[in-house]
Each structure stands twice: as C-alpha cells, then as structure tokens.
T-cell receptor, first 108, second 115 residues
C-alpha cells in the first residue's frame, strides 16, 4: 500500500463548478498535512496546510480526519487558473511523503 | 531573497558519468530535502537534512549521496549515472511555522537525462 494515495483523476470540470479531492495516508503517526499545487513543468508550491479543525482559504477548504487517516480539498467556484495538479503531502517526524497528484482541468 | 536556487537547470549525462546537483537557500532554513519526480508521478524523497552536518536517507537513496556542510548548501551527488536516474530533481527547504506546520519552498528543478 502506498503511504499517500490520491484520487487518480484527471478531473475535467467547467468554470464555476465545485470539485473535491480525496487523499488517504497509511502512517498513523503522521504529524502534519498539506495540499500543494504543481503547474506543468514547474515546482510544487504550498496551497494550504490542513488542520484537524478544518480550514478555509477563500474558495479552498481543507479537512482532516485523523481517525480515518483521510484528507480532503474542496475547491468552490472553479477558475480556469485552478487548472493544475494537486499534491497531497504528509509529514512524519522529519520527512515528507507526497501523493502522486490529481490533475484538474477547468474548462470555459 | 532568492529563495531556493538549483543548478544546472538541464543536464544530459552518459551512463557511468558522475555529477553534482547544486542547491542553495538563503532563508536560513534548517531543513532541506532532495526529491525526484518521474513523469506522471509524485515526488519521492531521496535524502533530507535537519541541519548542518546531519543527513538522512529518504525513500529512494540508492545511487545518490549528499552532504550538508553549511546551512545554505545541500548538494546531491550521482556517482555512476544510470538510465533509471533520468528524472526531474527538486530541492526544497523548510522551517517550522505556527501550529507546527512546515512549509516547504522548492527550487525550480533540474531536468536530468541519462543515456
């Protein structure tokens, strides 16, 4: 079993749609959780950290369920500029483990 | 601040050649990481360092070596290049933010082809 698993995608949605990504992790001792965004042929960039209480940043909402070892990202009112690959990232003691990513394409 | 810089941006190696990928950060971050990303895949951790003089293996360390003599620099060495090492290599650094989170800052990557 992979340490971090994500929806394989790709997701193709129209502008304005709401889209949700899921991620599960296998290490129950994981300490911190993140969503990163990666544009084609570019480096990953932090989108948001994920806290146990859930957190929101504009159109983006992240949720964490430690009991189920599950993380989610919700994007509301999708924009063309949201097209990218979204990476789920889980931190153990010192290292970071990345999911394979879910590709999102937002179409006009 | 320049952030995390990597050199070279591109490189083609012949099988059996050696090279060093350079990584420098000017943010005084303690943590630094090397990842590789194969096409259509997520990033896999090669090595990481929690501070100068300290390095540890990640998921895929075989065929690579690192050193961390200063806070700023974290070079990655390939001793005997193999086609399986064809990949995009990303260096990253991080620090501890509030609520215990660690935001990673990535360099632009080095695209390496071994033929």
């Amino acid at each position: 079993r992979k340490e971090v698993e994500q929806d394989p995608g790709p997701f193709n949605v129209p502008e304005g749609a709401t889209v949700a990504f899921n991620c599960t992790y296998s290490n129950s001792a994981s300490q911190s959780f993140f969503w990163y965004r990666q544009d084609c042929r570019k480096e990953p960039k932090l989108l948001m950290s994920v806290y146990s209480s859930g957190n929101e940043d504009g159109r983006f909402t992240a949720q964490l369920n430690r009991a189920s070892q599950y993380i989610s990202l919700l994007i509301r009112d999708s924009k063309l500029s949201d097209s990218a690959t979204y990476l789920c990232v889980v931190k153990g003691n010192n290292d970071m483990r990345f999911g394979a990513g879910t590709r999102l394409t937002v179409k006009p | 601040n320049a952030g995390v810089t990597q050199t070279p941006k591109f490189r083609i190696l012949k099988i059996g050649q050696s090279m060093t990928l350079q990584c420098t950060q000017d943010m005084n971050h303690n943590y630094m990481y090397w990842y590789r990303q194969d096409p259509g895949m997520g990033l896999k951790l090669i090595y990481y360092s929690v501070g100068a003089g300290i390095t540890d293996k990640g998921e895929v360390p075989n065929g690579y070596n690192v050193s961390r003599s200063t806070t700023e620099d974290f070079p990655l060495r390939l001793e005997l290049a193999a086609p399986s090492q064809t990949s995009v290599y990303f260096c990253a650094s991080s620090y501890r933010k509030d609520r215990g989170s660690y935001e990673q800052y990535f360099g632009p990557g080095t695209r390496l082809t071994v033929t």
